[in-house]
């Protein structure tokens, strides 16, 4: 990637590049700093810098039985931070990669078995997932495969 890719748009309305990389990298800082100790995100230093620190933290918390055990409040609920990680921030982390590679003319291709799960997890939420800003779903066709009928579930245009 380029940096003047940064200011290419996203296939998320009214986000470019940098919106995509700022968000995921909130996300992971956002998650990780629920339970203590919380990490000082330096806001100066580059985005990949500040993700990399903020998914080590976040994988070392995940890791430690009562620290992944640890009910947080989350947009969806309380719940367990593993729980939190293993859903919301894993299927956030991977819809946008394809974001990136979409808006980057980059590899589109996810993990299938990712994308089935992610799919599967997701459904049951539609309705909050649209109280929370999610755009509106896409027609896909039944015979589709399982990642577009994920992108389109989550208003993406595959």
Not at 18 to 31: F, K, N, P, Q, S
Request: net charge negative.
């Amino acid at each position: 990637m380029d940096p003047g890719d940064l200011a290419l748009p996203s296939p998320c309305e009214g986000w470019r590049v940098r919106d995509l990389i700022d968000h995921t990298t909130g996300v992971v800082v956002m998650v990780t700093n629920l339970v203590p100790p919380a990490i000082v995100d330096d806001t100066s230093a580059g985005a990949v810098v500040r993700f990399d620190a903020a998914a080590a933290d976040l994988h070392a918390k995940v890791a430690d039985p009562r620290q992944g055990a640890t009910i947080v409040d989350s947009p969806f609920g309380k719940m367990a931070l593993k729980q939190l990680v293993s859903s919301v921030v894993v299927h956030d982390l991977l819809v946008h990669t394809w974001d990136l590679a979409r808006a980057t003319g980059g590899d589109e291709r996810l993990d299938a078995e990712l994308v089935a799960h992610t799919y599967a997890a997701m459904l049951p939420f539609d309705e909050t997932l649209r109280e929370h800003g999610f755009a509106a779903k896409v027609h896909a066709d039944a015979e589709a495969d399982d990642q577009t009928k994920l992108l389109c579930f989550l208003g993406r245009r595959p």
